[in-house]
């Protein structure tokens, strides 16, 4: 059948996780299309063909509203049908013994984001789309209070605009360095998708890193020599430890990061680092992204920058 964008782009959020309130649905004309429903069936619920599938719960609360849509989008019953794949689907996943919502926060997640420069179109394909899948606890957040065992809305955008063509010229062919890697998006698309030359993934929690390195495997960047993991804590001398042996192995052209700026009292480590960084590479670029969540906090992060001496804040669109 001729993929029709409107079932790529359900696909793509439902691969990702959003809320079901907050995805496109596909409209009534197709919804009743019988080939249609195979292909809905095959490509989100279907374990045979789907090794990474969002968890039971989460296709629960898809396929329920899902076969609602159908159901409205029937003209004639005589005519039209429901997919018996996707009605025997909901009764399977109704009778199956579910875990309950408190264990099923605690468990891993596969997440699959679609890697595509904004604006540009790509296959109708799904299966040749650049993607990058990882395994998350989305509502989890660690004992030490660490919130990157799931990928947050700033590394998105930051994702957004490496893909462009200015963003991907601060990739492509350069050493990358990553200050507080999380799940590992933003290197793995780095790598992936992008190009580097070489990337340096760093978090400053060691579960975080452990986690970063199964994401890696996920993606086939499992070989050192292309991604290096490290745990790096900010605000703490670089001369004569492992960063400048990596710095000097693999010259860091560019350092990234997203959402790490949220935490006031982290921010002069931060900035400090970031100025040990410019001491060991002055011509080094650096572009961080940060959702504005409390003003003061980014705020304390401006002026770090001001009064840094080689930090320049640059807000983009």
């Known amino acids: 059948m001729v993929m029709d964008p409107q079932l790529v782009l359900f696909h793509r959020q439902y691969l990702q996780l959003v809320e079901p309130d907050f995805l496109t649905w596909p ?22 063909r789907n090794a990474r599938l969002p968890p039971a719960r989460y296709q629960l609360r898809v396929v329920k509203p899902l076969l609602a849509k159908v159901e409205a989008a029937i003209e004639d019953p005589e005519e ?9 689907h909901l009764s399977t996943l109704i009778s199956a013994e579910l875990p309950p919502e408190t264990t099923a926060v605690q ?7 679609t890697c595509i420069a904004p604006g540009r179109r790509w296959s109708a394909d799904p299966d040749i789309e650049p993607t990058v899948t990882l395994l998350e606890r989305r509502h989890l957040i660690s004992g030490s209070l660490t919130t990157g065992f799931r990928t947050w809305e700033a590394a998105l955008h930051l994702g957004s605009y490496l893909l462009t063509t200015e963003g991907a010229d601060l990739i492509r062919d350069k ?12 290197p793995i698309l780095c790598a992936k998708h992008l190009e580097a030359r070489h990337v340096t993934a760093t978090d400053g929690d060691e579960g975080v890193v452990e986690a970063l390195r199964e994401n890696l495997f996920l993606n086939g960047l499992d070989q050192e020599e292309q991604v290096v993991t490290s745990i790096l804590r900010w605000g ?31 921010i002069s480590a931060l900035v400090a680092t970031l100025r040990l960084l410019f ?6 670029r650096a572009v961080i992204s940060g959702a504005v969540r409390n003003a003061e906090t980014f705020e304390s992060f401006r002026s770090a920058c001001r009064t840094s001496g080689h930090l320049i804040l640059v807000s983009l669109p």
């Open 236 to 266: 703490r001398g670089l001369i004569g430890t492992w960063v400048e042996e990596d710095c000097e192995a693999w010259p860091y052209d560019t350092v990234i990061g997203a959402d790490i700026t949220y935490d006031k009292v982290g």
């Open 175 to 186: 050493s990358v360095l990553e200050l507080g890697a999380g799940t590992g998006f933003l």
């Open 279 to 284: 001491d060991l590479r002055p011509k080094l």
């Open 107 to 113: 468990q891993k997640t596969y997440v699959t984001f």
């Open 27 to 48: 409209p009534q004309q197709l919804l009743r299309a019988p080939d249609v429903q195979t292909w809905l069936y095959r490509r989100l619920f279907d374990p045979e």
């Open 80 to 88: 039209d049908e429901i997919s018996d794949e996707l009605m025997s």
